[in-house]
């Protein structure tokens, strides 16, 4: 080992220390941990971060006049300030505590196809536009979005490669379109669309747009008001932050037409026995007792990914997905979803007359964890002609060994299984 790989082999066993999860043995191997793009790790930064709060400030949030509940409000809305830098949110944006990115779209969608004090936004015979690449929560709300409101679903396809192309978003694209959703990387194949351009082209057509980050933000530098994108949704756990955790931002103008989707306390303004008047934003959408310690939670997750620098992650995890994707891309028998994708912490592939929940099953026995199945996206691994696969996703804190260690596995698991 050289110098400076050295040096990078000891920051990295550094790095590893601060997840405790990771230093354990799994079916008696050391746990190597490659299901990131259903949920990361969390570092004891983040940990402590919840902790303290739970220890010293927990109480519930806004109108209350006694410390405890002022200390909890600051924690609350500190954690707000630092997401909304973290992705790039301008004066003219806010932020949404949500449960996830699935309840981000899902207020989003219910939002926008409801009508409550003014119209619903999506009208009948207005046209929503999905890419097939979405993961179910962005396609189910949409669907249903597109029932409720009498508008039509219209289905954004990709080439044979698993790609999208732009010019068949701007054939797709008309003077009906009301909504374009479209997700920053594909969770079931690790494609990274041209998301930039895409939201550019549907917004120059008078389209609301939709980014789904949940697979980029943890290594992705995501600046939400230099993209033409109306509203974005992420969640924690994918960002080495708690569970049950998300947020919806958006352009305040944007948010401002959602018809809430949670009545109650906190996201009102007043109330009498037959009516009430909502909140101003972004209370006016967080209806109820929000997961205060999460959002210090995610916020801490948010400080922790900055510390180390989004584009040091990115080159590091787009560093193992290669080593994956050339080493998978080298066995007989095995085919690579998205073989070029570029930006990617997602290596998803078939193997030949194998299923993948034994491979799955056969690398677990040797202590790697990988995700097999549909990765809820049915439409799209059907549209490209394949079952379920095995997906093998990357984070920080893996290492070029843990690839070695899967390569070697599903070497293995081909020569047992076939
Ligand atoms: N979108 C994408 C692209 C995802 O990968 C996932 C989680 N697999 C989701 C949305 C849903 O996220 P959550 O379960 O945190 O709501």
């Known amino acids: 080992m050289g110098e400076t790989q050295l040096a990078r082999a000891a920051a990295l066993a550094e790095l590893r220390a601060e997840f405790p999860v990771l230093a354990q043995n799994v079916n008696g191997a050391p746990l190597g941990y490659l299901d990131n793009a259903a949920t990361t790790q969390m570092p004891l930064a983040v940990m402590e971060a919840m902790q303290r709060f739970d220890r010293h400030d927990r109480a519930n949030i806004h109108r209350g006049v006694h410390t405890l509940s002022q200390r909890a409000t600051d924690r609350f809305e500190e954690a707000r300030e630092t997401l909304k830098h973290f992705v790039g949110a301008g004066a003219d944006h806010e932020l949404v505590f949500t449960s996830g990115t699935t309840d981000a779209l899902n207020m989003l969608a219910h939002g926008l196809s409801t009508a409550g004090i003014g119209d619903a936004t999506i009208k009948p015979g207005d046209e929503i536009i999905v890419s097939e690449l979405e993961h179910h929560a962005n396609l189910v709300p949409w669907q249903q979005a597109a029932r409720r409101s009498g508008a039509q679903l219209r289905i954004l396809r990709p080439d044979a490669q698993g790609r999208l192309q732009e010019d068949e978003l701007a054939r797709l694209l008309g003077p009906r379109t009301r909504v374009f959703a479209l997700t920053a990387c594909a969770n079931a194949t690790g494609e990274r669309p041209p998301y930039e351009a895409m939201l550019a082209r549907a917004a120059a057509a008078g389209a609301l747009t939709v980014l789904d980050a949940a697979q980029a933000v943890s290594h992705e530098t995501l600046d939400v008001a230099a993209l033409a994108c109306d509203f974005m949704a992420f969640s924690g756990h994918k960002m080495y932050g708690p569970m049950g955790m998300g947020a919806l931002v958006g352009r305040r103008a944007a948010l401002e037409r959602l018809e809430p989707l949670r009545y109650g306390g906190d996201m009102v ?52 997905r290669a080593q994956a994707a050339a080493g998978l891309a080298a066995m007989r028998g095995v085919t690579l979803m998205s073989p070029e994708a570029h930006r990617s912490a997602i290596v998803s592939f078939v193997t030949d007359g194998v299923h993948p929940h034994d491979v799955g099953t056969l690398l677990d026995a040797r202590g790697i964890a990988v995700r097999t199945g549909l990765h809820c996206a049915h439409p ?19 290492t070029h060994d843990e690839v070695e260690r899967l390569l070697a596995g599903v070497t293995h698991a081909l020569e047992v299984l076939r």
């Not at 007043?270 to 909502?278: K, Q």
Request: glycine share 12%; charged share 15%; hydrophobic share 45%.
């Open 380 to 398: 799209l691994l059907e549209y490209l002609g394949f079952g379920p696969t095995t997906r093998a996703s990357f984070a920080v804190y893996n």
């Open 269 to 320: 303004e007043w109330v009498s026995r037959t009516d009430a008047s909502f909140a101003a934003l972004p209370m006016r959408l967080e209806g109820g007792t929000p997961n205060v310690s999460g959002a210090v939670g995610m916020a801490a997750a948010a400080s922790f990914i900055e510390g180390i620098g989004r584009e040091r992650i990115d080159a590091h995890v787009t560093a193992l």
